[in-house]
Every structure is written in C-alpha cells, then in structure tokens.
C-alpha cells in the first residue's frame, strides 16, 4: 500500500465569535464539507492528512474539526507563520498576512512522505476525484504531477462570478493555468484573466483547475527553490505580494522541470461562494446520502 497524504489548505479560516468562520454544518450531524473531503479520501486509499492552519487557530480547530477525524485517519497539524520566509528577508510592518499557497504548502514538507493530494478546505470535490488521484500515484512511474479537471459549467455559482484557473493543455497535460474570474450570464460563460489580459468565453466543458492537484514528494525541493526565488524578484514589494500555486506550476511546466498530467472528472463542485449557495450544497449531499454515497452519520 502506498503512502499517500491529503494535505488540506485551511489558513485561510479565521477565528470569530468562538468559533471558526467558512466552517458551517452542511451535513445532517454537523458535518462540514472537510469532513466529506477527509471521508472520501480515506475511502480512495489516503492514509494521513495534514491540515494547514494558524498557529493561533489551533485548539480551535483541533476542537472543532481534528478530534473526529483523528480516530480515523492518521492527523497532522501545519503552520502557516508570516515569518517562515528564506533568509535574508524580513517582514514589512505593513504585512497583514502570510505569502500565498506556495508558502502554505511548502510548511508541510516535515509531515508529508510520498506521494500527496492538495486541496481547499471548503470546496466539496466528489469521491471520483480522490480515487483519481490515488489510481494516479499508483501507477506514476515518472514523478509527474496531477491536477484533476473539472468542466466549467460543474463548477459556477448561480449567484455571481467565481475565481477559477482555466486550464489550456495539451495531449492531457497541463500547458498553461490562466487564473480568471469567470461568470454564466444568458448561457454565456465568460473569463476575465487576473493578469489582465483580454477576456474570452469558455465553453462549458472547458476544463478548470479548483486547487485540486497530487505533486509527488520530490516537489519540496521545487517549492522551496521557487519561493527563494519570488522573494528575490519581489524584494522591494513585500508588503502586498503572494505566490501561489499556479504561479508555480506555470514557471516550472514552463521551463521543463516536469509534466502534469490532467485528468478530467465530469463530478459537480460544490462549495460555498456565497451564503445563497449553502442550502444547494445541503440538498445536494442529502441527494448523495439518500442514494447511499455517504451514511447519514459520517463518522458513526
């Protein structure tokens, strides 16, 4: 059995009023949508998660999340610090917030061995997914990098535009991640690049990425070259930038030091983009409870 760890990107959770904002039941026993993750994962072969949190959440989270999971599956708990940067670098004073999902990522390097799966905290991916992913490591022979497509249309909210990376491959691997605010009006699906760039119109099978992606343990290395790096180029604009992880993914497909492959799922994301889209994601996961994808109590 490989090893094969789900590292969950969950930094971006803040503590208010006692509890964990972007963490609300959606489940008919207090479930949240980690739980379904962590579920589905385990299920698919996953044998440890690794969360990335706030130092200053962790009892927090522990508590409301880590306790029920910690019985099921091997557990580890990340911190991501403003203040874990390359050397020779310092904070500005200004900065309010860490450096992006490259920096998440790289701070699990001491928890992670073999293979790994990265995804959100709170985007509900579906069980095809997981087992995407572990079919992949289980016959990945050329340390080559995974990212699982979703279509478009699977994945936009019908109350406004969402943010999404749209995917240009070619002969099933990624050539280009194109981060882009995308929105449905009269049929038309339309993608606006965050780089500025000309809009364009997608069509509703065009795939895109939800930060959903499987990086095999010899990415550490890449990640910690790559961020080096950023901070040199970012020097004298440390106080607003952040790396992220199609960023990366961009520079180093790029420049050759590795191919990853897509793998497209026709499975509908589910998330919460706006409060209006809650109840949608409850009825959905009772849809899934009542045909027997899930027992009705997660956890037992």
């Not at 995407?132 to 478009?152: H, Q």
């Not at 290395?221 to 970012?234: A, G, H, M, T």
């Not at 897509?262 to 849809?287: H, R, S």
Request: some cysteine; overall charge negative; proline content about 3%.
């Amino acid at each position: 059995m490989q090893d094969l760890t789900l590292v969950i990107m969950a930094a971006g959770m803040g503590s208010r009023y006692g509890g964990l904002k972007q963490i609300e039941p959606v489940g008919p026993n207090g479930e949240f949508i980690i739980d379904y993750s962590i579920y589905d994962a385990k299920r698919a072969g996953f044998n440890k998660v690794v969360f990335i949190i706030k130092e200053e959440n962790y009892d927090l989270f522990r508590d409301t999340v880590g306790k029920r999971v910690e019985k099921h599956i091997a557990t580890e708990y990340a911190f991501q610090k403003m203040n874990d940067i390359p050397a020779g670098y310092s904070v500005p004073e200004e900065r309010t917030k860490p450096w992006g999902t490259v920096q998440a990522v790289l701070c699990t390097k001491d928890y992670v061995k073999g293979n790994f799966a990265i995804i959100n905290s709170d985007d509900f991916y579906g069980r095809e997914a997981y087992e995407g992913i572990e079919d992949f490591f289980a016959n990945n022979k050329n340390n080559e990098y995974l990212l699982i497509g979703y279509e478009v249309n699977n994945t936009l909210s019908e109350n406004g535009s969402t943010k999404r990376g749209v995917c240009q491959e070619k002969d099933g691997y990624l050539e280009k991640l194109i981060e882009s605010v995308v929105e449905k009006e009269n049929g038309v699906i339309t993608a606006k690049p965050l780089n500025g760039l000309p809009e364009f119109k997608l069509e509703k099978d065009n795939l895109v990425a939800m930060n959903m992606f499987g990086f095999p343990e010899e990415s550490f290395e890449y990640l910690e070259e790559s961020l080096k790096n950023f901070f040199y180029v970012n020097k004298d604009n440390l106080d607003k930038c952040e790396y992220l992880l199609s960023e990366f993914l961009d520079e180093y497909i790029k420049k050759g030091a590795f191919r990853m492959k897509v793998i497209p799922t026709t499975a509908k994301w589910l998330g919460v983009t706006y409060k209006e889209d809650k109840e949608v994601l409850i009825d959905e996961i009772n849809l899934l409870i009542k045909n027997g994808t899930y027992p009705s109590n997660l956890w037992g």
